[in-house]
């Protein structure tokens, strides 16, 4: 029976007996298939697989290394590793010590995490790194490397790390006022529009309310049935800007066409975005993917709040954003990178992390990839450790906003109007996430 698999902040704990790793019994032993277990507990198994995916543990557990990374962490200093057996060839012993010592570098950057472990999740926040990189980075830290299996998964790992790297150092040469202001005008230039958090999710229920029977009606219909029902709440909803959100569905590939003769198309809802869920997950994805073509990278906190006007969809707009990377992405972004750098004159000298970031975007990320080679995966880990010490040592001396993202200002670009409920009722049910005026002040703004 598999037993769930532990939260990735309580790395330092085996998660089998929930005691924390230490050196002289419950030494952490990493498997190939990426779970950590003490030592005591791994003795104790009925049968030789992994209790999380029942992977089949093939190598004598004395045989495996320990977890020196994870020891460090709890020890404060790295213990002797004791030699390892399953290598023979002096070569491929020199390259695993390489890219250990690659590893152990890199969980130095979780110190801050695990010291504050027992005060719940808000200690990731002491880091320098954000989150999504602590997280790849404790995925990598788990790597059994004289596994076969875990080579695979840590070349894996340090290529989505160095992706992480990239995306974080584009998110630092940005301005945040900026973003959004460009993040819209990418929008306009496809004919698309975004209206405010309130009023785009107002406008695409109405569009599931004309169409979600299965109805087909033309354009015209379809735009002029939202405006109607907007106008009494939102008085600025017109025929052209109601257009462009439709048209934005469009190109989303929401609706099934049908020409006709003489006559304008019939546009009907393809039958698996007839929910409010369905239909909003294409539609954000659609902004993001604009957002990638104008080559702008926005966190998933700055899309929550762009889109929503609150701090609660973060992990839906991380799903979105990764559904959409390829393997192509990272290339892409390192290109993005460089002509971010060239922009500022680079003061920082990141270029010089180019090479790494090339490396590990040339790594094959699919599961069926062919194990690396001991010296393939000493440069990765190597190129990887490179690039993470780079992005650290910018935050920490020469980033102007510190490990901290600021917000783009929310809604700055909507308050032009004052909130109907608060002039007739003196009070907003939206409270601060609404997107109109509440008083004279923030329409001046």
Known sequence: MPVQAPQWTEFLLCPICTQTFEESHRKPISLGCGHTVCKMCLNKLHRKACPFDQTTISTDIEQLPVNTALLQLVSGQVPKPSPVTLLTAAEDVKHYEESRTCVEDLALYLKPLSNTRGAGLNGAAQSVLSRPMQRKLVTLVHCQLVEEEGRIRAMRAARSLGERTVTELILQH????????????????RGCQ?????????????????????????????????????????????????????????????????????????????????????????????????????????????????????????????????????????????????????????????????????????????????????????KGLEAVRTVVHGLVDFIQNHSKKGGDQQQPPQHSKYKTYMCRDMKQKGGCPRGASCTFAHSQEELEK
């Open 174 to 189: 940005q301005n945040p006022q900026q973003l959004s202001s460009n993040l819209w005008a990418a929008v306009r230039a």
């Open 194 to 378: 975004f209206l405010g958090p309130a009023m785009q999710e107002e406008a695409l229920k109405l569009v599931l309310l004309a169409l979600e029977d299965g109805s087909a009606l033309s354009r015209k219909v379809l735009v002029l049935f939202v405006v109607q029902r907007l106008e009494p709440r939102f008085p600025q909803a017109s025929k052209t800007s109601i257009g462009h959100v439709v048209q934005l569905l469009y190109r989303a590939s929401c609706f099934k066409v049908t020409k006709r003769d003489e006559d304008s198309s019939l546009m009907q809802l393809k039958e698996e975005f007839r929910t409010y869920e369905a239909l909003r997950r294409e539609h954000d994805s659609q902004i993001v993917q604009i957002a990638m073509e104008g080559g702008l990278r926005i966190a998933p906190d700055q899309w929550s709040s762009l889109l929503y006007g609150d701090q609660s969809h973060k992990s839906h707009m991380q799903s979105i954003i990764d559904k959409l990377q390829t393997p192509a992405s990272f290339a892409q972004s390192v290109q993005e990178l460089t002509i971010a750098l060239q922009r500022t004159g680079d003061p920082a000298n990141l270029n010089r992390l180019r090479p790494h970031l090339e490396l590990l975007a040339d790594i094959d990320p699919s599961p069926d990839a062919p194990a690396p080679t001991w010296e393939q995966l000493a």
